[in-house]
């Protein structure tokens, strides 16, 4: 049997357009000689398609979509298809999250999920019930039959002691070994999360080792909303073996013949993980450009790592003829923070404007001084420079038709070192979801000789600096009062981003911090500041997921808590 691994990127909610995708990628299939096309979960829909699943209308649709790509699907080819499958005659109303094959004109749904998530950005019982039994589909190909296990991407997530730790859980995996089957196929829509791909692989090896059969792993790759989905598909064989593996934040068609199970040509290493990030953030802003109807981007470049990195990567992402960058001086700005904007949109070759704000700033304190008593000072004044520039960029945004990207990063959203209104501004915060001490690292990364290749491949200058070692190596500043240091307000970056990640993503209680050594004073203090910000966080923009737990969907802190 051989089969086509058709790695989409499709439109959420576009059930005609993405079942053309589908067509298309069935039709290149059968020209390789493919007799099952695979495709990822809810590959008619998109993924997560949310609320969209609700509406009649849009369910009814699916039918006539699935029927029309039953009628145009090549001769002699099977298709397995991600659809919403209604409940039909269940004591509770509903849909599945199943998969439906399409062949010889006609379609039948073959599998339901069983396994459905509801942790992080997950929230699948909302929408779906669970399917109550394994599915084996059998075909008939290369002149014998085939037993295929089938499972949908969380069936995939099993712990080898689900049942000793909760006896009723259900073990998609177990339940398909008594059926002899020939091949796992996983269809699934798994986010980028770093180090994600390497437990994938782990659990593909798992379930091999289990049923001693090879696993097809299908992941959807593309950006939608806050979600970037790498694809980074792969088969391995029983022992663990990678026999093939696709692109990484690319769409790809993969053929492996499923007998014998050989790898057919020498199987790439995944990328360096610095370079899957970048791949990841530069992929995430053009879909969210390119799905949200916009074909310019527009930011504001102080001459600060995080501008540049954003820079680098919407550049790369939509062409440096499409970015354009706004230097916005104040009283307060360096003129070597000028001059390293301006070095790094010469070695872009993006274009920028400057408007300075110094007008702004003195009309701002003349308007309120009869109020006020005096001119504004001190965080007032400050805020007020940053409101005055995100003014002025959602101005020129909205002039111009172009996306607004937000510079801020992690590490500020989470203890509230931003300004509502102000740099919190834009329609996708691209670099929200890296700590400065992981900007950094991908810095310098991209101006050493490894990314060089990559730079290429993303039509970024291969050679030399890129971010340029007068932005990497500067103290971080906002520049927002006389020789302003990030760290007069906040401890080291080094010594921050350890404790946010073990607040934020491992959900360590500040207790448990400081039995560890941390210092009291510090995580107390670290911690009141991210519950303070809430507030602050629940009006940023998207922020691009690339860790196990982002600021978005899934995060749902209360504003008002003790």
């Known amino acids: 049997m051989r089969l086509a691994l058709a790695q989409l990127n499709p439109l959420v909610g576009d059930l005609e357009g993405n079942g053309q995708r589908i067509l298309a990628a069935a039709e290149r299939a059968r020209a390789g000689g493919a007799d099952l096309v695979l495709t990822p979960e809810l590959s008619l829909w998109g993924y997560p398609p949310r609320d969209l699943l609700l509406r009649p209308a849009l369910i009814q649709r699916q039918e006539q979509v699935l029927a029309s790509l039953a009628a145009a699907c090549p001769g002699g080819l099977a298709l397995l298809v991600g659809v919403a499958e209604p409940a039909v005659g269940q004591r509770q109303p509903g849909l599945y999250n199943a998969l439906a094959l399409v062949q010889r004109g006609r379609w039948r749904h073959v ?21 109550d039994a394994p599915a084996v589909l059998e075909l008939e190909a290369g002149g014998r039959p085939w037993r295929l296990g089938l499972t949908i991407c969380e069936d995939l997530w099993v712990e080898e002691n689900l049942r000793s730790r909760w006896p009723d859980a259900v073990d998609p995996i177990a339940d398909l070994e008594p059926g002899r089957i020939d091949l796992l196929l996983n269809l699934s829509a798994s986010p980028f999360g770093r180090g994600k791909g390497e437990v994938r692989q782990a659990l593909a090896a798992r379930a091999a080792a289990r049923l001693g059969v090879p696993v097809v792993y299908l992941n959807q790759v593309g950006g939608n909303d806050e979600l970037v989905f790498d694809g980074a598909s792969f088969v391995v064989a029983e022992s663990g073996r990678p026999l093939l593996r696709l692109a990484c934040a690319a769409e790809d068609l993969g053929l492996w013949e499923a007998a014998p199970a050989v790898a057919t040509a020498p199987v790439p290493a995944p990328p360096d993980p610095w370079e899957q990030l970048l791949r990841v953030l530069v992929l995430g802003v053009r879909d969210y450009a390119a799905k949200c109807g916009f074909q310019r981007a527009l930011l504001g470049l102080s001459g600060g790592i995080d501008s540049a990195l954003v820079a680098v990567i919407a550049a790369a992402a939509l062409g440096p003829d499409r970015v354009e960058g706004l230097r916005m001086p104040s009283p307060f700005s360096s003129a070597g923070s000028l001059d390293d904007a301006d070095a790094l949109a010469r070695r872009l070759g993006l274009r920028t404007a400057t408007l300075p704000i110094d007008p702004l700033m003195e009309a701002f304190a003349a308007a309120l001084t009869p109020e006020l008593g005096a001119p504004p000072r001190g965080v007032t004044e400050e805020n007020l420079q940053s409101r005055i520039r995100g003014t002025l960029l959602m101005a020129v945004a909205n002039e111009k038709g172009g996306l607004l990207l937000s510079t801020g990063n992690k590490s500020e959203l989470a203890v509230g070192y931003c300004t509502l209104y102000g740099d919190m501004n834009g329609g996708l915060a691209v670099i929200g979801d890296l700590y400065k001490t992981t900007i950094s690292g991908l810095c310098d990364w991209l101006d050493g000789a490894a990314s060089g290749p990559c730079r290429a491949a993303l ?23 006389p020789d302003q240091r990030d760290s007069d307000s906040l401890p080291d970056y080094a010594v921050l981003d350890p404790l946010l990640k073990a607040c934020i993503e491992e959900l360590r209680a500040p207790e448990e911090l400081v039995a560890e050594g941390a210092d009291r004073e510090l995580v107390a203090r670290v911690a009141g500041l991210l519950r303070r910000a809430e507030f602050k966080r629940r009006q940023a923009a998207p922020v691009l997921k690339v860790s196990d737990r982002a600021f978005g969907s899934g995060w749902r802190m209360p504003i008002a808590s003790a």
């Open 459 to 481: 039509g970024l200058p291969p050679e030399g600096e890129l971010i340029g070692a007068a932005i990497r190596t500067k103290p971080p500043s906002a520049e927002l009062r």
């Open 111 to 131: 599998c339901r999920k069983r396994l459905l998530p509801t942790y992080d950005v997950f929230d699948e019982r909302r929408y779906f019930l669970p399917g």
